[in-house]
Structures are given as C-alpha cells and as structure tokens.
C-alpha cells in the first residue's frame, strides 16, 4: 500500500503563485509516476502534470509555461509549483501515485484563485 498527501493548497489573487507538494508513503520503492490532476466542479478530473521515474515530464496545454512539476526522490516527494494563476485554475488539486498497475491517490488540496 501506499498512503499520499497533498498540501499547500490555498487562495491566491489571480497572476500569483502556490507551491503543492505531495508526499509518499509505505510501499514507495519502484514508483512509476506521480502526477497531478485537478477537478472544477461540475468537471471531470483532468491530468495536470506528471513525473515519470526516469524524469520525463508531462504538461497539459492549459498549464504549460505556469506550472512545474518537480520530485525529490529522497523524501519521495513530488512538487508542483503553480505561477501565474487563473480564475480557472480553481479546482481540488489531486496528487496520485503509480506502483505497478495500480494508482493510489490523495484526499486534494483546494486551490482557489481570485480574480
């Protein structure tokens, strides 16, 4: 099993910053990916960013440029460092973890951005 957290959620005046982390626990060797997604609501959950093992990142087209996905792989911690925020970026932040075939997920972390 795999236990995740997320922290770092907030409110922030449009065109500011917010740094999420996401922390691993339990059976945390061989980690595929960690990734973030975020549901507005009345929206599906959508894919946000990723980190692949290897390193290999993964921006959806709506954040790219803004936000940044980062790991510490000592602390099996994944980062994702939002800039410049949108009214839109407001949604529950969600930060999953891939072992094997399966995909252990967070509890969220609110982001709301003002306008």
């Known amino acids: 099993q795999v236990q995740v957290a997320e922290s770092g959620g907030g409110l922030v005046q449009a065109g500011g910053s917010l740094r999420l982390s996401c922390a691993a626990s339990?059976?945390?060797?061989?980690?595929?990916?960690m990734r973030w997604y975020r549901q507005a609501p009345g929206n599906q959950r959508e894919l946000v960013a990723s980190?692949?093992?290897?390193?290999?990142?993964y921006y959806a087209d709506s954040v790219k440029g803004r936000f940044t996905i980062s790991r510490d792989i000592t602390k099996s911690t994944a980062y994702l460092q939002m800039n410049n925020l949108k009214p839109e970026d407001t949604a529950v932040f969600y930060c999953?973890?891939?072992?094997?075939?399966?995909?252990?997920w967070g509890q969220g972390t609110q982001v709301t951005v003002s306008s």
């Open positions: 999953s973890v891939v072992r094997g075939v399966t995909e252990y």
């Open positions: 339990g059976s945390i060797l061989a980690l595929n990916a």
């Open positions: 980190i692949r093992s290897g390193g290999t990142t």
